[in-house]
T-cell receptor
Framework: KNEVEQSPQNLTAQEGEFITINCSYSVGISALHWLQQHPGGGIVSLFMLSSGKKKHGRLIATINIQEKHSSLHITASHPRDSAVYICAVRSIQGAQKLVFGQGTRLTINP | DAGVIQSPRHEVTEMGQEVTLRCKPISGHDYLFWYRQTMMRGLELLIYFNNNVPIDDSGMPEDRFSAKMPNASFSTLKIQPSEPRDSAVYFC????????????FGPGTRLTVL
């Protein structure tokens, strides 16, 4: 079993829908990252969380440390949100290392 | 700042050849990470440096891979000899020393070994 599991692996939705991507992990962590990878391949850091919730524009990330679970929400989704969303954790033992989930491929149709 | 700079952006080579990938970090960033991304395995950490010193190279797949950081402005990842299974996208990422600072990724080098 991978240390970081994401669901769903693929998600297709219509423009305007509310999107939720989930991430579960099995190790103690010091931080969790949400990354976005566009079709061109570049990777952008969206959020880094150690507790609670963060919001940036239409994106919201939450984390529940006790349940070892995080969610990434997108409100009023748009075709430009189409990308692969990757969850990564920095384990307490691993210091600076990031362990990545397999990613969720999101497609938003107009 | 121009962000993390990687070169080349694409590399096509034949099996057995030496490949050198290059990374210029964001000025002032203390940590530099080399990652590999494949369809089968996703993103994996290969090695990371702190203040130019290699800290953890446990992700380096085998002796054919080596990485150096001779100064704060430059790092290389070398594969010698290259094999078709090394075909992947290689990312360099850097971050500041703050414990909760995010990583900034370069655009990646797409390597194809024929």
């Amino acid at each position: 079993k991978n240390e970081v599991e994401q669901s769903p692996q693929n998600l297709t939705a219509q423009e305007g829908e509310f999107i939720t991507i989930n991430c579960s992990y099995s190790v103690g962590i010091s931080a969790l990252h949400w990354l976005q990878q566009h079709p061109g391949g570049g990777i952008v850091s969206l959020f880094m969380l150690s507790s609670g919730k963060k919001k940036h524009g239409r994106l919201i990330a939450t984390i529940n440390i006790q349940e070892k679970h995080s969610s990434l929400h997108i409100t009023a989704s748009h075709p430009r949100d189409s990308a692969v969303y990757i969850c990564a954790v920095r384990s307490i033992q691993g210091a600076q290392k990031l362990v990545f989930g397999q990613g969720t491929r999101l497609t938003i149709n107009p | 700042d121009a962000g993390v700079i990687q070169s080349p952006r694409h590399e096509v080579t034949e099996m057995g050849q030496e490949v050198t990938l290059r990374c210029k970090p964001i000025s002032g960033h203390d940590y530099l990470f080399w990652y590999r991304q494949t369809m089968m395995r996703g993103l994996e950490l290969l090695i990371y440096f702190n203040n130019n010193v290699p800290i953890d190279d446990s992700g380096m797949p085998e002796d054919r891979f080596s990485a150096k950081m001779p100064n704060a402005s430059f790092s290389t990842l070398k594969i010698q000899p290259s094999e078709p299974r090394d075909s992947a996208v290689y990312f360099c990422a850097t971050r500041d020393r703050g414990a909760y600072n995010e990583q900034f990724f370069g655009p990646g080098t797409r390597l194809t070994v024929l």
